[in-house]
């Protein structure tokens, strides 16, 4: 199985503790990914962030809805925090956001390592559409942060290898 590795960054023109509050909030995360996929956090007792908490999701892939279960392995306010995938349909995913203040703001890096599950199969369905997938997701999601915070940011789009 072959381990992918997704990358973007972006230089957000504000303070590092303003970036770091919206993404401490993990209800925040349905407003910055895109709507079709039906995101919401399905976990029964509100979720605070903090190490060592998991965090319900549900969201639709095409028509079938899925569930995806997360831990939030790391926590190191406010500077960085990793999320893997307990359950959902990668077999691994190790999710981790960087955030380094700057003279010209706050650099906010995504690093994702995931693999997919069925071999050959999961390469495939990788190059047939998973990978355009979910650099469209982390377009969808640069974008939307972006606007949140007034349109100034400098954004690298994402790439996969």
């Not at 349909?89 to 003279?103: G, K, M, N, Q, S």
Request: proline share 8%.
């Amino acid at each position: 199985m072959r381990t992918y590795q997704l990358t973007c960054q972006m230089l957000v023109p504000k303070p590092l503790a303003e970036v770091y509050e919206v993404f401490e909030n993990p209800y925040n995360l349905k407003k910055i990914t895109p709507p079709w996929l039906s995101f919401s956090v399905a976990s029964k007792d509100k979720v605070v962030m903090r190490q060592g908490v998991e965090i319900d999701y549900l969201f639709r892939w095409f028509i079938i809805p899925m569930r995806w279960r997360t831990l939030i392995s790391r926590y190191n306010p406010p500077h960085d925090f990793v999320d893997e995938q307990i359950r959902g349909p990668y077999v691994l995913w190790r999710h981790r956001h960087t955030f380094e203040p700057t003279p010209d703001g706050t650099l906010v890096k995504d690093t994702v390592d995931y693999v997919l599950p069925f071999g050959l199969l999961g390469s495939f369905a990788h190059w047939l559409m998973v990978k355009a997938q979910l650099v469209m997701i982390f377009r969808f999601r640069q974008k939307a942060l972006n606007e949140l915070w007034g349109g100034q940011a400098i954004i690298s789009a994402p790439t996969v290898r």
